[in-house]
T-cell receptor, first 114, second 116 residues
Framework: GAGVSQSPRYKVAKRGQDVALRCDPISGHVSLFWYQQALGQGPEFLTYFQNEAQLDKSGLPSDRFFAERPEGSVSTLKIQRTQQEDSAVYLC????????????FGQGTRLTVV | AQSVTQLGSHVSVSEGALVLLRCNYSSSVPPYLFWYVQYPNQGLQLLLKYTTGATLVKGINGFEAEFKKSETSFHLTKPSAHMSDAAEYFCAVSALSNTGGFKTIFGAGTRLFVKA
């Protein structure tokens, strides 16, 4: 595709519900990142894939958060038993190479937990 | 491990005035440095980047930044502010992590206001 696509754009979840957020990176991009951006804050690193390998998941806030990229293209970020503090914009970015000399960002998914 | 500090969460300038947004970083290995801009309800857009070579880098919309290793700084400047420059600006650093990948870390952001 022309850019990084994320879906849904907006998600309202009841506390305790599981959610799945999808990221379609630019075709052929090797690296894929997930970030969490709280209101008025900078993006906080969650996890990073190089192809299908999850090289770094040190930013995932708890074991309720899980990400996968099984075929090295589309990625899904899953949040189990959502809590109010999970409310944020979740940004996905992809980069052509492993050096991440330029990351392209999607528009994000705004998750609101009520 | 790397980190980024942006000095000033809000900066206000008059239209036509110099824009200066400050960024300092720490990295144990040679970093790549970036500035991104974010407009309301939009994703992040790359303004400019430093990887290797010339330390003064020029980006889109008339912005430029200078990598100063001795000061561990990468401040963003624009000679003359335009109303359309009002947005949130993020400095970021990317460096090889101990897991074998290049991890990009962002600062907290600086919101730029431009007064008519």
């Amino acid at each position: 595709g022309a850019g990084v696509s994320q879906s849904p754009r907006y998600k309202v979840a009841k506390r305790g519900q599981d959610v799945a957020l999808r990221c379609d990176p630019i075709s052929g991009h090797v690296s894929l990142f997930w970030y969490q951006q709280a209101l008025g804050q900078g993006p906080e690193f969650l996890t990073y894939f190089q192809n299908e390998a999850q090289l770094d998941k040190s930013g995932l806030p708890s074991d309720r958060f899980f990400a996968e990229r099984p075929e090295g293209s589309v990625s899904t970020l899953k949040i189990q038993r959502t809590q109010q503090e999970d409310s944020a914009v979740y940004l996905c970015a992809s980069s052509r190479d492993r050096l991440n000399t330029e990351a392209f960002f999607g528009q994000g998914t705004r998750l609101t937990v009520v | 491990a790397q980190s980024v500090t942006q000095l000033g969460s809000h900066v206000s300038v008059s239209e036509g005035a110099l824009v200066l947004l400050r960024c300092n970083y720490s990295s144990s290995v040679p970093p790549y440095l970036f500035w991104y801009v974010q407009y309301p309800n939009q994703g992040l857009q790359l303004l400019l980047k430093y990887t290797t070579g010339a330390t003064l880098v020029k980006g889109i919309n008339g912005f430029e930044a200078e990598f100063k290793k001795s000061e561990t700084s990468f401040h963003l400047t624009k000679p003359s502010a335009h109303m359309s420059d009002a947005a949130e600006y993020f400095c970021a650093v990317s460096a090889l992590s101990n897991t074998g990948g290049f991890k990009t870390i962002f600062g907290a952001g600086t919101r730029l206001f431009v007064k008519a």
